[in-house]
């Protein structure tokens, strides 16, 4: 989608996605779970989430169906999103939104500016304790959530 036809609703919101799939090879993974919650100003919309499971709950083609029309023209939000992004172009068939944010490299370069030549603790789990998040990344859901609560403290409130 052209970035001049999204919506004034795309506009303003964003899309944290994460993927569980049989395998870490996004050539040969079948996808077992995905999750996609939208965010909205300093919200995380919960109750309107989706949460997909390609094959069992629905047929493939319209689980790509109904996430490609949940993200829209939404800008991407994720912990090591590249792999979701693969695994979702490929059950919709087509190309997502080129504007992403990966959590971990803004957690990075946060991190890398305050630290003096020491290794920075990219784990999800540290991540979530160094932010101080309220949240068990635990599943797909968890780790959307997870991604979206570190995309809202690392953009809006300056830690």
Known sequence: MAHSDRTDADRREHVAIHC??????????RPL?????????????TGSALLLHPGS???????????HAFIGGRPLVGYYLDFSIA????????????ERTEVSSLYYDRKIRSLSKQ????????LVRD????????????IALTAAMAWLRLTQDGR
Do not use: H, N
Not at 57 to 67: F, I, K, P, R, S
Not at 87 to 95: F, S
């Open 57 to 67: 709950d629905t047929g493939m083609a319209e689980a790509g169906d109904l996430l």
């Open 87 to 98: 695994m979702a172009e490929r059950l919709t068939g087509c190309p997502l939104p080129e």
């Open 131 to 142: 932010l101080d998040l309220p949240v068990t990344p635990d599943g797909a859901f968890g």
């Open 33 to 45: 779970t995905f999750a996609a919650i939208r965010i909205r100003g300093p919200r995380i919309l």
């Open 20 to 29: 569980e799939a049989t395998s870490f090879d996004p050539e040969s993974a």
């Open 119 to 126: 290794a920075v603790d990219l784990r999800l789990d540290s």
